[in-house]
């Protein structure tokens, strides 16, 4: 059952056929794309005290993978969905959860282009982002996360303290579903790209849909991101203001020296100070909007 039939008929264009899954197993490390690993910066978050491990998901067409962490006795703790990098969940991104389960949050991380193929495998960003990521459509996103939503219900989770943050990729993803699902209550967006060409895996970007918006955006962003130009950023911000009510509440903060990814504490591009500090907005953004 759709959750936002306005929305979906916003990014959903078109029927798109279902496929077999992939990816049914995460696999460990960090993606072959991103080697070598900047192994003295990577963060590595321990499971003690954590229900944390491969799941799996019930959806439409058949299992999805996910990586669950959450504080272990305690069942009744609002849900974080984690959408990944281009590099789908690698080592990075069950951190990022394990994180937020010692900070109290059943955290989900999905592998979202489980049927497109295993992103972790490519070595060249230039064939992943053409062969997985501009693959796989919007609407099925959605869908997944909702699914990811349904499972953390069934568990006992809090799902009406429900929030989502993302990065790049991911990023992109969380401003959209802040337009997809009313029982979101905040969001957190990592350097995601703003505005795009549309087609029928992508038709609307987030630029086009702050009037749709149903809860308040926290978006940080690198002033030296080659990806996402500045002018974008600004772009979005006055289109926030003439959004909707959740819409007008949202912000953006932007690290006037970090690039893209300076979050992502396992490459060159990590800035430990910025990537502290959008940390700690993050959860005041949670902690804001009741989570």
């Known amino acids: 059952m759709s959750l936002n039939p306005e929305f979906d008929s916003l990014v959903s264009s078109k029927s798109f ?3 077999s899954f992939l990816v049914t197993s995460l696999g460990a490390g960090f ?10 910066t990577a ?44 590099f789908g969940v690698h080592e990075y991104i069950k951190d990022v959860c394990r994180r937020l389960a010692k ?14 193929g295993d992103p972790q ?6 064939e992943l982002m053409a062969n997985i990521t501009s693959k796989t459509p919007d609407a099925q996103v959605m869908t997944d996360l909702d699914a990811c939503v349904a499972w953390a219900t069934a568990q006992g989770a809090d799902t009406n303290r429900l929030a989502i943050t993302g990065f790049c990729w991911g990023g992109r ?24 060409v549309a087609n029928e895996f992508t038709p609307k970007h987030p630029m086009e849909l702050t009037s749709n918006m149903m809860a308040p955006v926290l978006g940080l962003y ?18 926030l203001k003439q959004g909707s009510a959740a819409a007008k509440v949202s912000e953006i903060r932007v690290y006037d ?8 504490d396992y490459r060159p591009s990590y800035r430990k100070e910025d990537a502290e500090d959008g940390w700690k907005k993050m959860q005041a953004w949670f902690k804001k909007s009741g989570l």
């Open 31 to 40: 993606a072959l794309a991103v080697q070598p690993v900047m192994a003295q």
């Open 173 to 196: 993803i969380s401003w959209l579903y802040s337009a997809h699902n009313p029982q979101l209550k905040a969001a957190v967006a990592w350097y995601g790209r703003l505005v795009g």
């Open 103 to 116: 900070l109290g949050y059943c955290a989900i991380a999905p592998e979202l282009f489980a049927r497109q």
């Open 17 to 19: 056929d279902r496929r």
């Open 222 to 239: 690198g002033g030296l991101d080659t990806g996402i130009p500045l002018e974008s950023v600004e772009a979005m911000e006055k289109a």
């Open 121 to 126: 495998k490519y070595t060249s960003i230039p």
């Open 43 to 86: 963060v590595k978050t321990d499971d003690a005290g954590l229900l944390a491990g491969e799941i799996k998901v019930p959806v439409k067409d058949g299992q999805m993978v996910a990586y669950r962490a959450a504080p272990r006795g305690n069942a009744k703790v609002p849900v974080v969905l984690v959408v990944s990098e281009i």
């Open 257 to 264: 020296n970090a690039p893209h990814a300076f979050h992502a």
